[in-house]
């Protein structure tokens, strides 16, 4: 069980729990908001933060055990993916104990799902969204309070993956980026293809009721679970709801890595369905463009030369993430680093497979490395080891991502082989850059 300890900071007094050499204080509630109204942080109180509640908005924090107030430690905040409508701040396989043995304090940010949190409603300000001003009102708990853990609030990492890493860039935005944050991790990350007011019409369809606040509130959560279900159905091979449209242009001018994997999606069910069915040419061309191919011909081909028995799996992967990473690091104005995980067709890098080697638990998610341990954790080792050394503000030792003589760089490592080691790819997204309108 542990032994309960104790910190007392702006927030108020917080209790949680120590076991070994890691404290865990679990879902913090730190907002008060009605569900489809705007949040603001909580009145200080006393909080039990023993007990994790994965369904609450709250936050949790893993520091060393012991930490005292002055040892101002770096601190990673992470934003949990979930295609903006299902995922927790309080995850097994995102445990951050490997982080707090390493000297890192982390919070695990969580955020209103679904229409909750990325409907937007005819007042809302341009730009916002109620589920990314609650991970900002957690980026501003931490600089509050994080000194009372013994975090530095001056050396927050912000990170997140697939969804949570859509949130996390959307921060860096120059309408929304106000300094609570020095460097930015972004891994996979996720938009929709098409903005919600272009969608609202069909979302007023499925749910027969107008897209309002006061509408919304009063809707039976059975009835909007329906109909949400009803307009989801309608973008199957893509993010139903989220913030859009994403422009790499429009970001902040700090340091920023991203990471993606690259078979993204090669266990999509429409894409092993429609791969296993053998479409035609005219047929694959129609889902391109479906979903944003401009120069489908030459994609297509690509995709054959890659893995000819895998050609929807690619084209979903590279509509829903590949391509939103391809906007980062060709337009981000700071400086951008890139990495990818690559696997085989026989041994696909899956979106998602890098999480348990990001926080090193691979005990706690085996789905995506079921095969030799040995090699899984070495991979671990070294990506974690990566991520530490970004939080501690040592920049990436691989060149950057830009326009030079011979084409842009990027790092590999291999998802079959990491004895390997890191090797440096030439244009990794050169395809993707060019297809996607």
Known sequence: MGEHVQVNCPA???????????????????LSFETFSPARLAAPAHIDARTPRPG???LSVTVPAGTRADED????????????ESGSHEESRTRATAFARAGVITVSLDYRLGPAGFVRFHDDEPNRYRGIDD???????????IESFGGDPTNVTLSGQSAGAGIALWLVRRDHFRGEFRR????????????FERRKGSLRAALSTPVTRVAFSR???????????????RHATDMALGPAPFDGAELSDI????????EEFYDHPLGVRVDRAGFSTAGLRLMGRTMGLESVGTYLAHARRHDPQGVARQLIGDSLIRRWVSRTVEDAPGPVWLSELAGTPGHPALHSCDIPLFFHTLDADRRYHRGDAGRSRELADRIHGDVRDFVHGRLPAWPRYEPVEGGRI????????????????????????????
């Open 12 to 30: 108020g007094e917080i209790t949680g729990t120590t076991v070994g050499d890691v404290s865990y204080f679990r879902s913090i509630q730190h």
């Open 56 to 58: 609450e908005v709250a």
């Open 73 to 84: 430690l770096p601190v990673l905040a992470y934003i949990h993916g979930g295609a903006y």
């Open 135 to 145: 991970c900002l009102l957690g980026l501003q708990w931490i600089q509050r309070n």
């Open 184 to 195: 930015v991790l972004a891994l996979s990350p996720a938009y929709p293809r098409d903005t």
């Open 219 to 233: 809707l039976k959560p059975t009835a909007l679970e329906r109909g949400y279900r009803r307009f989801k159905a």
């Open 255 to 262: 340091p920023i890595l991203v990471t993606e994997t690259r």
């Open 410 to 437: 990027a790092r590999q490592l291999l998802l079959n082989d990491p004895a390997a080691g890191p090797r440096h790819v030439t244009d990794p997204l050169r395809l993707v850059r060019g297809s996607f309108r």
